[in-house]
């Protein structure tokens, strides 16, 4: 390339840039002015009509501490959601870490709001978990021989997951998966891609689109084996024999379980395994938020008013449905992008 071309380009690239930046900076100063709606994009998991006073208590949050109204745009799939994120069309999102991981990725101005703690009040236990799951009938041929459950036996089978931008229902799952067989002759090269694929460790591998969608893909028969988590799964089943969170609890589906369980009542699952995941993280978008309102906003949701905050954290006890329970210290905490790195290093 000629010189002066070369200068060109980079004239180019330069003004590009610039304008780029002057849009983002414009876009983050007009938030704050501009008195439109905020739009707060939901995972299929967290869009059931079950939990629209939940979504609805958190949009109240956000307006108390930004003054503007708040829009709930619910998804099917989580790429929907993921791609409103990278696009500028949400302000807000609740992800999952490896939606959060992939979405930064793709807009460098996205960052943690905050996430839910532990029991413990900080982020140190912040964790909820991601379980292979069987039918109890079959869960007999998993087992290792030594009163434990292995993987071997997944071999061939059909597998359900969630979705490929999940972190309990495929990230996680599918690096323990490339982790255990890629030891073992014939998968010595095997990546988690090819995890999803049919013929490769399993027989077929579907997703449910939600950590719900691939419970009912286990119970109706669909899949021999299923990946999903216990947060959501906790508003439509209970444990009727174990430990919860313990390999061989056996969960059943609630009497009154909203869609997609409302024909499932009384099914059963058990658990084979039990593996502790980052907690989800709350995303503000700095291309449509400024600094000031991401901050407003962290405040607020750090706030002891909305600690105590019951239709928020529901009790332990409590018979209601919503995102998050209290048992102990349960409170939003921010953290840091680092605070995902686990995340990002799975698989590598």
Request: hydrophobic residues 35%.
């Amino acid at each position: 390339m000629k010189k002066w071309l070369v200068g060109l380009a980079s004239l180019s690239l330069l003004l590009s840039a610039c304008s780029n930046d002057s849009e983002g900076e414009a876009n983050a100063e007009g938030a704050d002015s501009s008195g439109e709606p905020l739009t707060v994009v939901w995972y299929p998991n967290e869009s059931g009509n079950e939990l629209s006073d939940a979504r609805d208590e958190i949009g109240s949050i956000i307006e108390d501490a930004t003054g503007q109204e708040v829009e709930h745009e619910l998804t099917t799939d989580y790429a929907i959601a993921i791609e409103s994120l990278v696009n500028d069309n949400a302000d807000l999102a609740f992800t999952g870490a490896e939606g959060y991981v992939q979405a930064k990725e793709r807009n460098d101005a996205l960052t943690p709001l905050a996430v839910p703690s532990g029991p413990s009040g900080t982020e140190e236990d912040a964790l909820y978990h991601s379980w292979f799951a069987a039918l109890p009938e079959n869960m007999e041929q998993y087992e290792d021989g030594n009163g434990e459950y292995a993987l071997d036996n997944f071999e061939g089978k059909k597998f359900s997951f969630v979705s490929p931008s999940s972190t309990s229902g495929f990230k996680v799952p599918g690096s323990t998966l490339v982790s255990h067989f890629g030891e073992q002759e014939g998968y010595e090269d095997l990546e988690i891609d090819q995890i999803a694929e049919n013929g490769n460790v399993f027989s077929e591998v579907m997703f449910g689109n939600s950590h719900q969608g691939s419970a009912v893909n286990l119970l109706n028969g669909k899949a021999d084996l299923a990946a999903f988590c216990d947060t959501c799964l906790d508003n439509y089943v209970e444990v009727s024999e174990g430990e919860e969170n313990a390999p061989g609890a056996i969960y059943t589906v609630s009497e009154g379980a909203a869609a997609p369980f409302e024909n499932l009542a009384g099914e059963e699952f058990g658990i084979l395994s039990a593996t502790p995941v980052l907690n989800a993280p709350f995303v503000a978008n700095g291309n449509t938020l400024s600094e000031e309102q991401i901050k407003e906003l962290q405040d607020a949701f750090t706030s002891e008013e909305v600690a105590n905050n019951e239709n928020i954290f529901l009790p332990e006890d409590s018979e209601e449905t919503g995102l998050f329970t209290k048992s102990a210290d349960e409170q939003f905490v921010v953290v840091e992008d680092e605070w995902f790195d686990p995340i990002r290093e799975l698989g590598q």
